[in-house]
């Protein structure tokens, strides 16, 4: 079967919700050993019910991505019970709107240390056990913020594009150890986020605005998280393997046709 992840382990940060759970799923339906690192127990928790009622194997595991320690502990632990890891999907982030003006120093470090620290400290928890072993695959969640100008994401598209420039690294660095990275840019995708975004800013709006924000992509609808996962499936496939040090924007044509 093409795409299989079966006998694979993955470890996916911020699982528990949009597209993290998206991919969650879709790589445990495939096969995989799932383990789930986020902050909010309540949403990984039911996740991982719902995989395992699909009786396919999952586990979560409460991590903040921006303290090195803690996500060293998870990763010894998966190690200890499971032996390997295959696959590291660095997704959890935050986000925030605002110019430069408009961006506080404190939301300035709280989005660095979630969206660039965050990545940081996964993959170097994890790089020593895919050199030993030779292989590994890391695909990091970026943005087309990283790529082009977006008005009023300051903050957000400098931790994007951080993420952009640590995978075409990180792919150059460990070509000799068959360690692949790649990274997913995409544009708007309909997650519990944007309803919540929407329902908070424009109240009374919120079929205007959706449909105005969902006019923004050029193909006229925002993305689904299970669009996201299939690509992110993809990379981390076989069928992938000549694929690395390259960013996948998934953006309904929003870099190329946008203007």
Not at 181 to 210: L, Q, W
């Amino acid at each position: 079967m093409k795409f299989s992840l079966k006998n694979k382990t993955a470890v996916i940060t911020g699982g528990g919700s949009g597209i993290g759970k998206s991919i969650s799923e879709t790589f445990a339906e495939m096969g995989a050993t799932v383990h789930i690192l986020d902050m909010n127990a309540e949403a990984a928790a039911q996740t991982v019910s719902e995989i395992t009622l699909q009786q396919n194997a999952a586990f979560f595991h409460q991590c903040d991505v921006s303290k090195y320690k803690s996500v060293e502990k998870v990763i010894h632990d998966i190690l200890t019970t499971q032996s390997d890891i295959d696959i590291l999907i660095n997704n959890a982030g935050i986000a925030f709107v605002g110019n430069i003006e408009q961006t506080p120093e404190e939301d300035l470090d709280r989005l660095y240390s979630v969206n660039i620290k965050g990545v940081y400290n996964c993959i170097k928890a994890l790089i020593p056990h895919f050199k030993e072993k030779k292989k590994g695959v890391i695909v990091n969640m970026a943005s087309i913020a990283a790529s082009l100008g977006l008005a009023d994401r300051f903050a957000y598209s400098m931790t994007k594009g951080a993420v952009l420039t640590m995978t075409y690294s990180v792919a150059k660095d460990y070509l000799a150890y068959n360690i692949r990275c790649n990274s997913i840019s995409p544009a708007r995708i309909h997650t519990p986020f944007v309803d919540g975004f929407i329902a908070k800013n424009y109240p009374g709006k919120e079929k205007e605005m959706f449909d105005n924000l969902s006019k923004t992509q050029p193909i006229g609808r925002m993305g689904m998280p299970q669009e996201v996962a299939n690509l992110a499936l993809y990379l981390c496939s076989d069928e992938a393997s000549f694929l690395t040090g390259t960013d996948f924007p998934i953006d309904g044509g929003f870099i190329k046709l946008n203007g």
